[in-house]
């Protein structure tokens, strides 16, 4: 029943923000979403015997409509940005032209970063010594799209087994629709000890109206190809 849910949220957003985009509302959606249910305790995932959920199980939590409808600010992305992405997962030109419906897709910028709110890091390098570490790196634009000016603070959660930062750790905007964009990076071990570690990066602004929350997961799941 999720899907009918989301879908009739996502109308409503829509009729309240009728100049943003599909990927601006799934923004709004996932960023405002509580990771907690109405208890006030972690969403449990009944696959592994009630235990906290990852967002590999729950997404990025319950939805919640009215902090959607002022989430402050958002992770937007164009038309070409996923046909980008769709070149960086090698989609070939018939593919794509499926998926887009245009048989002139531009290929020429392929790229896997996606300006998604959410983050995933593979760490399932098996053919290294111990004590190997390795970088991944996200870069990321987010829009403001509230009244006025805002100075936006990150902050992150920790996360066992690797090491997360962000860079710059402040964001100020002046006016709305303006956009600042910044690095996240998880530092890990090639191999990961744990199947799945995740944690949360959130923007907060000083008047603390808006709180933005983003999922990143770092797993030694194999990815299959």
Request: aromatic share 8%; proline share 7%; glycine share 6%.
């Amino acid at each position: 029943m999720a899907c009918p849910h989301v879908a009739g949220i996502a109308a409503l957003l829509k009729g309240a923000h009728p100049d943003w985009s599909p990927t601006a509302i799934r923004s709004a959606l996932m960023t405002t979403s509580d990771p907690i249910d109405n208890a006030g305790n972690p969403i449990e995932d009944i696959g592994t015997n009630l235990q906290p959920a990852t967002p590999l199980a729950m997404g990025a939590g319950h939805i919640n409509p009215n902090k959607a409808l002022d989430p402050g600010i958002v992770y937007d992305a164009t038309v070409q940005d996923y046909i980008d992405f769709l070149c960086g997962l090698n989609f070939t030109p018939q593919q794509i032209k499926t998926i887009t419906g245009s048989s002139s897709n531009n290929c020429s910028n392929p790229s896997l970063d996606l300006n998604y709110p959410s983050f995933i890091a593979y760490f399932n390098d098996r053919n290294v010594k111990p004590d190997s570490n390795t970088v991944k790196e996200f870069q990321r634009t987010v829009t403001n799209v509230g009244e006025g000016s805002f100075i936006y603070k990150a902050s992150l959660t920790a996360m066992k087994g690797v090491k997360v930062s962000v860079e710059p750790d402040t964001l100020v905007f002046k006016e709305i629709n303006e956009k600042k964009s910044f690095k996240l990076s998880i530092e890990g071990p090639r191999q990961l000890d744990k199947t799945v570690s995740f944690g949360y990066l959130i923007w907060e602004d000083s008047q603390r109206k808006h709180v933005v929350r983003s999922p990143i997961v770092a797993t030694s799941y194999k990815i299959d190809k």
